[in-house]
């Protein structure tokens, strides 16, 4: 689908009445007018599957986010590879989004926090390259290689809890396994104190409820920056072997130091890495318990570990899109004929990248050793890629792996298909996963 002229949007004013949002696409862009609204999952898709039904749209429809913001969801593989990785397309709102700067806008709260803080996920060109140096310095090999005991201490931890519930029981798996593995690893690896992890996951979590209103998400993006701006005071002054002291020295080191409110912003995209594992470990826990002739395959170590998560995480993101880019000029994408507006907002469908057809074969079916391999846009692609992919990665690994060295007869209780989905466009897992230990 090629798109027609570049059109303002209606009613998609800033609140000082600024420029409007710029929109590309006909009006035909969905069968029935106008363009579709993007829900997430629900009880009756997938993130995957609703990326699936925008493609019979094109490479790159219209749709449309909460808040009235309508953006161009790029659910072509080839094509969101080359947005992820051309200059052409930004994701610093205050730069490329018109009207952005002359006052806020009036958008859902599921949006805010996406596009209103300044760290290594919403920048561009150099400024993107000196905010993600210090990330990219602190979450070293070395990094990654310390807190691996610790990571294999806690899974042992969690795991030793869960042998007291007994094996004729259902337990939920993200409860009790899947989210208090990654919770308790960021804590360590933050140093956040005991006593304000409870209130710290609680409002972590609340950042990815895209059905939250403007208020709830204000709250829980205000307690998460209030605890992280007490991490970087302590930092300061007695900068500890952890990741916040690392990213401190790093910062520091640098030569354009960051300020307070940058090392703040710049964890929180290490917050967004906790809620991504709780999923990644919980899905591919999904994919293998539901197929046997794949966990064979695995825990008989035929195939690696890694090339399941491989598989796992193009089948089943934890991440299905991040809002927002923005085209940084006016262009057009010579291998597909899509134009794109200066300024128009672009949504990477990673969920519905990872599903086209154009670049896997029978793209639905769970196979660790799918030919052509796996990759997938799960981590990033171009200079936005995942820097914790490495820590994350290990840890999956770690976790997945033990589980199923104790509990070689786990199963599920329900079918995949009938376990709850986070109601998210922007996280993607289960919210519950009923497991018979066996």
């Not at 659910?75 to 205050?94: I, K, T, W």
């Amino acid at each position: 689908m090629t798109s027609a002229a570049v059109t303002l949007a209606p009613g998609l004013e800033s609140t000082d009445g600024s420029a409007a949002v710029l929109s590309a696409g006909p009006p035909s862009a969905s069968p029935g007018g106008g363009c579709p609204f993007l829900r997430g999952a629900t009880a009756a898709q997938t993130n995957g599957q609703e990326g699936q039904r925008l493609r019979a749209l094109g490479p790159a429809p219209v749709v449309e986010l909460p808040g009235a913001v309508q953006a161009r969801a790029v659910v072509d593989f080839a094509l969101a590879e080359r947005l992820s990785a051309g200059p052409q397309v930004s994701r610093d709102a205050a730069r490329h989004w018109p009207g952005y700067r002359e006052g806020p806008r009036s958008v859902d709260g599921a949006i805010a926090p996406w596009t209103g803080s300044h760290n290594a996920l919403n920048s561009y060109g150099d400024d993107h390259r000196e905010l993600r140096a210090p990330i990219a310095a602190a979450l070293t090999r070395r990094r990654v290689e310390a807190m691996t005991p610790v990571i294999e201490s806690i899974v042992q931890d969690v795991l030793d809890g869960l042998d007291g519930v007994g094996a004729e029981r259902n337990v939920d798996l993200v409860q009790s396994y899947a989210l208090p593995v990654p919770h308790e690893v960021i804590t360590r690896l933050l140093g956040v104190p005991a006593e304000h992890l409870p209130a710290f996951s609680a409002a972590a979590a609340g950042l990815f409820d895209t059905s939250a209103g403007a208020e709830e998400t204000a709250r829980s993006t205000g307690a998460v920056l209030a605890l992280l701006n007490q991490l970087v005071a302590g930092a300061r002054e007695h900068p500890g072997d952890n990741l916040v002291g690392d990213l401190v020295r790093a910062a520091d080191v640098s030569g354009n130091p960051l300020s307070d409110a940058a090392l703040r912003d710049q964890l929180m995209l290490i917050i967004a890495g906790t809620e991504t594992t709780v999923h990644a470990i919980g899905t591919l826990l999904v994919h293998l318990l539901s197929h046997p002739d794949q966990l064979a395959l695995v825990t008989s170590e035929q195939v690696p570990m890694e090339d399941a998560l491989t598989e796992s995480l193009r089948l089943r993101p934890p991440i299905a899109s991040v809002p927002l880019r923005f085209a940084a000029r006016q262009f057009e994408d010579a291998r597909s004929g899509e134009q794109f507006g200066e300024g128009e907002p672009i949504l990477i469908h990673i969920a519905g990248a990872n599903l086209d057809p154009e670049r896997y074969e029978d793209p639905e079916r769970f196979d660790v050793r799918r030919e052509g391999g796996s990759r997938s846009l799960a981590f990033g692609y171009g200079p936005h890629v995942c820097p914790g992919a490495a820590l994350a990665t290990r840890e999956i690994v770690i976790a997945v792996t033990r589980f199923l060295e104790r509990y070689p007869h786990a199963r599920l209780a329900l079918a995949p298909e009938l376990l709850e989905q986070t109601a998210s466009f922007i996280s993607n897992g289960y919210t519950s996963i009923a497991v018979e230990l066996g």
